[in-house]
């Protein structure tokens, strides 16, 4: 069996720039639609307390998490490094893909939703939500006609620039992962509290380590794969690929949040909007898909067919993760904020429904590439049955109207916090 450009549609990168108020939001996009989100950077300083306080967060979550952390690592690490087809051919090939975007899909949102417990989210308002598609597709076409028209290569520049930021986003993720192997405390139960001598041990010991682990990927992945004139095989091309581009997944989702529902349902049908016209009305998203490499997509090889032009890899973008991943962390917020007045401790029914839904979205989108041999933007399949599927649980629950004006706690903090530094700096200043 042949597929065209893979699951989950064209893959590729393009960067897109949010105003919100006094500050500028970098959202890098994937895929058909948001890679990652990258906030600028809050220029405070820390004191000892903050750090410790931050490094104890990550290891809690680390134990927590723990063996879905290393279970999912291996997947997306080893499963594509694989050459299936030279074990079972065809068959073995299609169901080994179809399991891998599966699971590293699933997991990374399940993970990198529970990130945002660390407490580093940056809000995002409605406004920069509802601006977000509009962006992109300047984003998007812009890269286009350099591609198409000129004689110019916009990809290597990106790909430095995504590869930075994946070095960065797996060494903070390895760290805490890292240095509670040293230290041999993995296995210690995340509801044990270290002292703070113990909790800075830890991450010093996990900071050099995951770094150097991080860089050796990078410059392994700047070798290339074979289709270009690189050095790497396509099965070990795509799992250096997926291990910066998990790392950014992973990342992103930790910080994204989105401010209130109506802002979240904005970005979701927007980037539906967008996604649908660019894969099923122009050629624009696959060309530039094919054009440049980044690690802001998961790949999965195909067998290289020499003397045709065909795009090698199997494609998920990692917007397909991230935009849905961060619907899903809001309905966990909601969840944890409480719609309504209850006695019992409440349950995650929006939550469990989000991620139920977004299987299931993902599942139309690997049956339409099925069906119709050709790929397919995932988010036309995912944005529709992540929102039936909050309405069908709120009307369920009785609570339509409290969900529709829902806004995050967690994200009106974050935002309350931005707006008291800036009052403090410039207090300073005047």
């Given at each position: 069996?042949?597929?065209?450009?893979?699951?989950?549609?064209?893959?590729?990168?393009?960067?897109?720039?949010?105003?919100?108020?006094?500050?500028?939001?970098?959202?890098?996009?994937?895929?058909?639609?948001?890679?990652?989100?990258?906030?600028?950077?809050?220029?405070?300083?820390?004191?000892?307390?903050?750090?410790?306080?931050?490094?104890?967060?990550?290891?809690?979550?680390?134990?927590r998490d723990l063996f879905g952390y290393i279970g999912l690592g291996c997947i997306v690490g080893a499963v594509p490094a694989i050459d299936w087809t030279a074990i079972g051919g065809s068959e073995y090939l299609n169901t080994a893909r179809l399991f891998y975007f599966s699971a590293v899909a699933i997991g990374t949102v399940y993970l990198g939703v529970k990130r945002q417990d660390l407490g580093e989210t940056s809000p995002i308002s409605g406004k920069s939500a509802t601006l977000a598609p509009l962006f992109a597709t300047c984003t998007l076409g812009g890269l286009y006609l350099l591609i198409k028209y000129t004689g110019l290569n916009p990809g290597s520049l990106y790909q430095f620039f995504a590869c930075l930021f994946g070095l960065l986003a797996l060494s903070d993720l390895l760290q805490p992962l890292v240095g509670?192997?040293?230290?041999?405390?993995?296995?210690?139960?995340?509801?044990?509290?270290?002292?703070?001598?113990?909790?800075?041990?830890?991450?010093?010991?996990?900071?050099?380590?995951?770094?150097?682990?991080?860089?050796?990927?990078?410059?392994?992945?700047?070798?290339?794969?074979?289709?270009?004139?690189?050095?790497?095989?396509?099965?070990?091309?795509?799992?250096?690929?997926?291990?910066?581009?998990?790392?950014?997944?992973?990342?992103?989702?930790?910080?994204?949040?989105?401010?209130?529902?109506?802002?979240?349902?904005?970005?979701?049908?927007?980037?539906?909007?967008?996604?649908?016209?660019?894969?099923?009305?122009?050629?624009?998203?696959?060309?530039?898909?094919?054009?440049?490499?980044?690690?802001?997509?998961?790949?999965?090889?195909?067998?290289?067919?020499?003397?045709?032009?065909?795009?090698?890899?199997?494609?998920?973008?990692?917007?397909?993760?991230?935009?849905?991943?961060?619907?899903?962390?809001?309905?966990?917020?909601?969840?944890?904020?409480?719609?309504?007045?209850?006695?019992?401790?409440?349950?995650?029914?929006?939550?469990?429904?989000?991620?139920?839904?977004?299987?299931?979205?993902?599942?139309?989108?690997?049956?339409?590439?099925?069906?119709?041999?050709?790929?397919?933007?995932?988010?036309?399949?995912?944005?529709?049955?992540?929102?039936?599927?909050?309405?069908?649980?709120?009307?369920?629950?009785?609570?339509?109207?409290?969900?529709?004006?829902?806004?995050?706690?967690?994200?009106?903090?974050?935002?309350?916090?931005?707006?008291?530094?800036?009052?403090?700096?410039?207090?300073?200043?005047?």
């Amino acid at each position: 069996q042949k597929y065209n450009e893979g699951y989950g549609g064209a893959g590729i990168d393009y960067r897109i720039q949010l105003w919100d108020g006094a500050r500028m939001a970098d959202l890098a996009m994937a895929s058909s639609t948001t890679a990652s989100y990258i906030t600028e950077a809050d220029p405070r300083g820390q004191n000892a307390a903050d750090v410790t306080d931050a490094s104890r967060a990550k290891q809690q979550v680390v134990r927590r998490d723990l063996f879905g952390y290393i279970g999912l690592g291996c997947i997306v690490g080893a499963v594509p490094a694989i050459d299936w087809t030279a074990i079972g051919g065809s068959e073995y090939l299609n169901t080994a893909r179809l399991f891998y975007f599966s699971a590293v899909a699933i997991g990374t949102v399940y993970l990198g939703v529970k990130r945002q417990d660390l407490g580093e989210t940056s809000p995002i308002s409605g406004k920069s939500a509802t601006l977000a598609p509009l962006f992109a597709t300047c984003t998007l076409g812009g890269l286009y006609l350099l591609i198409k028209y000129t004689g110019l290569n916009p990809g290597s520049l990106y790909q430095f620039f995504a590869c930075l930021f994946g070095l960065l986003a797996l060494s903070d993720l390895l760290q805490p992962l890292v240095g509670l192997t040293l230290a041999g405390e993995a296995l210690t139960p995340a509801s044990v509290e270290f002292s703070e001598e113990r909790e800075a041990e830890i991450m010093n010991l996990g900071a050099i380590p995951a770094f150097a682990l991080s860089l050796a990927l990078v410059a392994a992945y700047a070798q290339g794969p074979i289709s270009t004139g690189g050095t790497l095989s396509l099965p070990a091309y795509a799992a250096l690929n997926n291990g910066l581009g998990w790392g950014i997944a992973m990342a992103s989702l930790g910080v994204l949040a989105l401010e209130s529902f109506s802002a979240a349902a904005a970005l979701l049908l927007g980037l539906f909007l967008y996604d649908a016209f660019f894969v099923f009305k122009s050629d624009v998203m696959i060309t530039v898909a094919t054009q440049i490499e980044a690690p802001a997509k998961f790949l999965f090889a195909r067998p290289l067919q020499e003397g045709t032009s065909t795009y090698p890899f199997s494609v998920l973008g990692l917007g397909d993760v991230v935009v849905p991943g961060a619907f899903i962390s809001l309905l966990r917020e909601a969840d944890s904020d409480g719609l309504a007045p209850r006695a019992a401790p409440r349950p995650t029914p929006y939550f469990d429904a989000g991620m139920a839904a977004y299987a299931v979205g993902l599942g139309a989108t690997f049956v339409a590439n099925y069906v119709t041999r050709a790929g397919q933007p995932a988010l036309v399949y995912i944005v529709p049955s992540l929102l039936l599927a909050a309405a069908a649980m709120g009307a369920a629950r009785g609570e339509i109207e409290p969900l529709l004006a829902y806004r995050s706690s967690r994200a009106a903090a974050a935002e309350e916090a931005r707006r008291t530094w800036k009052e403090e700096r410039d207090a300073e200043r005047g």
